[in-house]
């Protein structure tokens, strides 16, 4: 027959948190030393004789009536065995411990506590409730601040570099990110990386639960073991196919990582991720940017010393006399690599002798390579473009040459590639290589359409801040002040009504219809973190858009 004992669960906390109550101010405390760092991670009343078949570990047992009883030998080895957090009964009772049974609880490391007998059950949980509230209350307002200080750190740097140890600073956790290769891309001051880590992607096997967000979100990762010491890895997946890893080491034995850190990780996880993607939304910017200025070049047809020194301000690079021009064509699933400029910039990012050697271009689905004639040998075309090309595409390339030009003859070595272009086309053979010369005078023209990009800041904005401003402007609301007022309140529904000077009612129902607006559960860690990225990204491109 089952148990109608009552049971409590939350969040843990320690014996000793609870103890610090005022509730335990006159109590009478029976522990060890190690047993008061026990955690508590429910509470159950004892209100059968039989209660040994309905515990649970980490519990603080609340025994009243029954004490006398089940207080011997066997129940106590069976409390060590559930790995009971505590006991709590009322002064009343402590009669009913014999010296014995008490010797054993200590060396059990089970502390038992006597409240007064004044207090009921009902004030012994609500007291620990309110530790528990507090905690959670205290690291929500850490993590918080922890945002606030993450977000101006990367207002003000470029690059992630240095942020694993201001992650260190901030919370006294070790961090490492590591790119897809497990090279190390930054890392914490306060270990020695080089030597701790010696890994490799082969050893991640087992993925595992790292814990909980302050939302009770898991999160899981890889647990290894190096040198007595234990270190989480936690993948994160980028644009496509590539990927990073967080690594966060500690000196404990324990495979579970605290919420707050979790949910600090988490924020710091979307800050890279939102800073990579810009980063990378940005240099392809620049890549179409580089596209326009070859529109410019093209369109030259005679010397200009002016129009020269401004390309090559444009490009941030000498522009020379002369060069042989070489277009770029895969031989298969053209449309897939070419318009793929994500791959492309990740290609380019990945071989900066494109840009430090030659001019780059992705021009009217085509790439195109200006090579100054100083350095062109067409006996390197092979081990320096093609072949690094379709290793990493993993397929097959055109590469056609034109014969040599100034600069502001481009369009004419353009339209010789082309024609090479088409001829290798129609060519049956395995020749993917040829030049100009080697063709002749024929010249033919293809016309194909530039790929558009979409970019990520604008499916921010349109996700989290649009649907609500759009609405106050039709109703003559005031969706999004109330909130960015609700999460400035660190959701608290009296403090926000009170800054707002509107009723809660009247709070509770515009939260409603801004989460319907969003299709989205406002409390959740994720959308705080994402609403308050897409506002900085709002007020930075948009605050002043009609």
């Known amino acids: 027959m089952e148990s109608n004992n009552k049971s409590f669960n939350y969040s843990k906390i320690a014996v000793e948190d609870f103890i610090k109550t005022n509730i335990c101010k006159t109590s009478k405390i029976i522990s060890s030393s190690k047993g008061i760092n026990n ?130 600073n901030a919370t006294g956790y070790s961090m490492i990110i590591l790119d897809n290769f497990f090279n190390i891309i930054d890392y914490s001051y306060d270990t020695n990386w080089n030597k701790f880590i010696s890994i490799s992607i082969n050893e991640l096997s087992k993925i595992e639960l790292l814990g909980y967000k302050l939302n009770n979100e898991p999160l899981s990762g890889y647990i290894l073991s190096i040198n007595n010491k234990q270190l989480y890895i936690i993948p994160t997946s980028i644009i496509e196919e590539s990927k990073f890893y967080i690594g966060i080491k500690t000196n404990t034995s324990s495979k579970i990582i605290p919420s707050d850190i979790l949910s600090k990780i988490d924020i710091l996880k979307e800050l890279i991720l939102l800073q990579m993607k810009l980063h990378t939304e940005i240099n392809i910017s620049n890549l179409h940017f580089r596209n326009n200025i070859f529109s410019s070049i093209l369109a030259l047809n005679e010397h200009s010393e002016a129009e020269k020194i401004n390309l090559s301000l444009a490009l941030n690079t000498n522009i020379h006399d002369k060069y042989f021009l070489v277009m770029v064509e895969p031989i298969d699933d053209k449309n897939t690599i070419i318009q793929n400029v994500h791959q492309l910039y990740s290609f380019l990012n990945n071989n900066n002798w494109f840009f430090d050697k030659n001019l780059f271009f992705s021009y009217q689905n085509n790439w195109v390579i200006l090579i100054p004639n100083f350095i062109f040998k067409k006996t390197d075309l092979q081990e320096d473009i093609l072949n690094p090309l379709e290793k990493y595409f993993n397929t097959s390339f055109y590469l056609a040459i034109s014969n040599c030009h100034f600069y502001f003859e481009t369009q004419k070595s353009y339209d010789e590639a082309i024609s090479v272009i088409s001829f290798l086309k129609q060519t049956i053979g395995e020749d993917k290589i040829m030049s100009y010369s ?81 299709n989205l559960n406002i409390k959740d860690t994720s959308t705080i973190t994402n609403f308050k990225i897409a506002c900085m990204l709002y007020k930075k491109f948009m605050a002043n858009e009609p």
């Not at 106590?76 to 010296?99: G, Q």
């Open 438 to 518: 080697e063709l002749g005078n024929l010249e033919l023209f293809i016309n194909e359409t530039k790929h558009v990009n979409e970019y990520f800041i604008m499916k921010m904005i349109n996700a989290y801040i649009l649907p609500l401003t759009s609405y106050d402007k039709k109703h003559s609301s005031n969706l999004f002040e109330t909130l960015q007022s609700f999460y400035t309140c660190n959701l608290s529904y009296k403090l926000c009504s009170n800054i707002l000077f509107i009723h809660t009612n009247t709070l509770r129902s515009r939260i409603s219809t801004i989460e319907k607006l969003l």
């Open 39 to 168: 955690f508590i991670y429910s509470t159950n009343i004892v209100d059968i004789e039989n209660i040994e078949d309905w515990l649970h570990e980490g519990e603080a047992l609340i025994i009243g009536v029954f004490f006398e009883k089940l207080m011997n030998k066997e129940f106590i080895i069976k409390l060590k065995n559930k790995n009971t957090a505590c006991i709590i009964s009322k002064k009343k009772f402590e009669i009913f411990l014999l010296p014995k049974y008490k010797d054993m609880l200590i060396n059990f490391d089970i502390p038992i506590i006597f409240v007064d007998d004044k207090y009921s059950w009902s004030d012994v949980i609500v007291s620990i409730q309110e530790v528990i509230i507090y905690k959670q209350t205290q690291k929500l307002i850490e993590t918080d601040k922890f945002y606030d200080q993450i977000i101006s750190w990367f207002n003000n740097n470029l690059t992630i570099s240095k942020i694993c140890h201001e992650f260190y």
